[in-house]
């Protein structure tokens, strides 16, 4: 049986309790719900990485007081180098793992968009509780385990990924501390940015953060890592990224 709850000020319902903590705990020091949904995203990129990541997609519906729907896309594109006939020319018309199976990276830019046109609050606000979960690591859960158990091998194929799902080589046990440092210095970094700017506005610094993942030394380094590993993800294509505003279509049932 499940408690019964009731909420006077605020209601927030997220993957994991503490991707819906972050929300509430901005929720209480005055953020609106883009700013706590912003949040909640940003973490759960932290708490889920096994399912979605901060660097991944973030599709994002708006319903604002009025009533008006907007959706922010949140969705890369193909790498312009792309060549059209190469998944069937080169692996077989099969999907391959690794890069060149990644779209632009399209997250950052929906959570900032989102808090460019409807939040209050910086994204140094609403990263933070991503960041601390990052650095400071969080208990691994079951379903967190069972699903790198599924993808043991997979994850054994990168390094970097064997040193953050499988410390010591194994899968973590139900409880112990999943750290990703390399992540938490990322945002902090977009962070710090963000701050060089703000005596130019909030507006400024949120496109300083936004410039830090796509133009600065986080893009520089995405692009030569992709490079390297047999993509064709281009520094023009994080450049030019911007998540499209999309109408949402709607029927009736």
Excluded at 31 to 40: E, I, K, R, S, Y
Excluded at 111 to 117: F, G, K, N, Q
Excluded at 125 to 144: K, N, Q
Excluded at 222 to 251: H, K, M, N, T
């Amino acid at each position: 049986m499940r408690p019964t709850i009731c909420g006077t000020r605020h209601a927030v319902s997220a993957g994991h309790y503490l991707a819906a903590s972050a929300a509430y705990a901005i929720l209480e020091a005055g953020g609106n719900a883009v700013d706590a949904g912003c949040a909640a995203g940003l973490a759960l990129g932290v708490l889920q990485p096994d399912l979605v990541s901060v660097a991944g997609v973030a599709p994002i519906m708006i319903r604002t007081a009025d009533g008006r729907v907007e959706s922010i896309a949140g969705l890369g594109h193909w790498p312009r180098a792309t060549p059209p006939d190469v998944f069937l020319r080169e692996h077989g018309g099969e999907m391959p793992s690794g890069v060149r199976r990644m779209v632009v990276p399209a997250a950052p830019d929906a959570w900032i968009t989102a808090l460019e046109r409807h939040g209050t609050m910086s994204f140094g606000d609403v990263a933070r509780f991503a960041i601390r979960y990052a650095g400071e690591g969080f208990a691994v859960y079951p379903l967190l385990r069972e699903s790198i158990a599924a993808h043991e091998e997979e994850y054994r194929r990168l390094p970097q990924n064997a040193a953050i799902f499988l410390p010591g080589g194994a899968v973590p046990r139900l409880g112990a501390r999943l750290v990703q440092a390399d992540l938490a210095r990322s945002l902090e970094y977009m962070v710090q940015e963000e701050r060089r700017a703000a005596p130019r506005g909030r507006e400024a610094g949120l496109a300083a953060a936004r410039d830090a993942f796509y133009r600065g030394d986080l893009a520089r380094e995405i692009v030569r890592y992709v490079r390297a590993e047999g993509g064709f993800l281009a520094a023009e294509d994080l450049a030019e990224y911007r998540s499209r505003i999309e109408p949402v279509a709607q029927g009736l049932t």
